[in-house]
Nanobody, 120 residues
Framework: EVQLVESGGGLVQPGGSLRLSCLASGFTFSSYAMSWVRQAPGKEFEWVSDINNGGGSTSYADSVKGRFFISRDNAKNTLYLQMNSLKPEDTAVYYC?????????????WGQGTQVTVSS
């Protein structure tokens, strides 16, 4: 059974940083691309970033480019999202998602999410 468990969310002031983690189990983590997706209150899901199975290829939504950085440690079955220069509009529940492929933006499993609140 695929399990994705996010952690690292919390309350942070504008301009601050957080690092989210997603611990994966139940599948061969190193074989699949992974993504971060978020949902702000009252809004639709928004894709944030993705990384291919080996970690050598990444992409970002324009809204976070240059501020957020995705990475993965295949030895630890863990996906990360380093979030810098946070803005109030980054407030959302952040989910990690597994792709059915080794690259590309597609999702077949999701975690339960972690809340990120950016506020002074």
């Amino acid at each position: 059974e695929v399990q994705l468990v996010e952690s690292g969310g919390g309350l942070v002031q504008p301009g601050g940083s957080l690092r989210l983690s997603c611990l994966a189990s139940g599948f061969t983590f190193s074989s699949y691309a992974m993504s971060w997706v978020r949902q702000a209150p009252g809004k639709e899901f928004e894709w944030v970033s993705d990384i291919n199975n080996g970690g050598g290829s990444t992409s970002y939504a324009d809204s976070v480019k240059g501020r957020f950085f995705i990475s993965r440690d295949n030895a630890k079955n863990t996906l990360y999202l380093q979030m810098n220069s946070l803005k109030p509009e980054d407030t959302a529940v952040y989910y990690c998602a597994k792709s059915p492929w080794d690259t590309g933006i597609d999702f077949d499993s999701w975690g339960q999410g972690t809340q990120v609140t950016v506020s002074s």
